[in-house]
C-alpha cells in the first residue's frame, strides 16, 4: 500500500505522560501536514513542514508539541507532559509539488486518548 | 482569517434519492480553492470534489457535483442516486490560492446516514 500510514493507530496514556506518532507519507511527496481532529469537530491545522524545513506552526501547538521531519521522509509529532484536552484524532497528510491545486492525501490517523 | 462553516449537523436520504450538504464560508481573498472530503467511519479522509474559485463552472464528479455561489460565498454539494456506502462524514474545507503553507481550514461537518 503507497498510501499515507500512521503509528500508533491507537494510543492510550496517562496524563503527564510524553508520546510520539509517527506518519510516513506518501512517497517523493514533499509536503507534510499534522491536523488535529476532536469529537464534533473538523480537522485543525497544526503544522507544515516542506521537505525537513517546519514552515508554519499553529498557535494550536503549544510548547509541549514538537514535530520534526529529520530526513523529508516521515514525520513524528512528540506532545509532552499530556492533558486531558489533548485527547484527539492526529491525522497526517501529504501533497506533492509547489502546484497549488495538488490534493492532500489523508492518513488513518492516531487516536489518543489521555486518561 | 477564514472560517468555514456547515450548519447541518446530521442528514438522511434514503437510497438512490438526491440529498444537497450545505457550506458556506468566509473570506477576503478573490482566488482559493474550495473541497469537499468524504471520513468514512473508522476509515481515512478522501477528497470527494474540488472547486477553483476563479471557474465559474460547478465541479462535477460522477453522482457529485458543487453548487459553487462565490458572491453568496456558498458551495454545497450534492449527491446523486445516493448509495449506502456514501455513508460517512462530510467536511467542507478552504484552501488559500496564495500563500506557504496551502493548509486546510475545515468545517465541523455534516453526518449524512443513508438509509436503504
Known amino acids: 500500500d503507497t498510501g499515507v500510514s500512521q503509528n500508533p493507530r491507537h494510543k492510550i496514556t496517562k496524563r503527564g505522560q510524553n508520546v510520539t506518532f509517527r506518519c510516513d507519507p506518501i512517497?517523493?511527496?514533499?509536503?507534510l501536514y499534522w491536523y488535529r481532529q476532536t469529537l464534533g469537530q473538523g480537522p485543525e491545522f497544526l503544522t507544515y513542514?516542506?521537505?525537513?524545513?517546519?514552515?508554519?506552526k499553529s498557535r494550536l501547538l503549544s510548547d509541549r508539541f514538537s514535530a520534526e521531519r529529520p530526513k523529508g521522509s516521515f514525520s513524528t509529532l512528540e506532545i509532552q507532559r499530556t492533558e486531558q484536552g489533548d485527547s484527539a484524532m492526529y491525522l497526517c497528510?501529504?501533497?506533492?509539488?509547489?502546484?497549488?491545486?495538488?490534493?492532500?492525501?489523508f492518513g488513518p490517523g492516531t487516536r489518543l486518548t489521555v486518561l | 482569517a477564514q472560517t468555514v462553516t456547515q450548519s447541518q449537523p446530521e442528514m438522511s436520504v434514503q437510497e438512490a434519492e438526491t440529498v444537497t450538504l450545505s457550506c458556506t464560508y468566509d473570506t477576503s481573498e478573490s482566488d482559493y480553492y474550495l473541497f469537499w472530503y468524504k471520513q468514512p467511519p473508522s476509515r481515512q479522509m478522501i477528497l470527494v470534489i474540488r472547486?477553483?474559485?476563479?471557474?465559474?463552472q460547478n465541479a462535477t464528479e460522477n453522482r457529485f457535483s458543487v453548487n459553487f455561489q462565490k458572491a453568496a460565498k456558498s458551495f454545497s454539494l450534492k449527491i446523486s442516486d445516493s448509495q449506502l456506502g456514501d455513508a460517512a462524514m462530510y467536511f467542507c474545507a478552504y484552501r488559500s490560492l496564495g500563500g506557504a503553507t496551502n493548509k486546510l481550514i475545515f468545517g465541523t461537518g455534516t453526518l449524512l446516514a443513508v438509509q436503504p
Open positions: 512517497s517523493e511527496h514533499n509536503r
Open positions: 472547486q477553483e474559485a476563479y471557474k465559474q
Open positions: 513542514f516542506q521537505n525537513e524545513a517546519q514552515l508554519e
Open positions: 497528510a501529504s501533497s506533492l509539488g509547489a502546484l497549488t491545486h495538488n490534493e492532500q492525501f
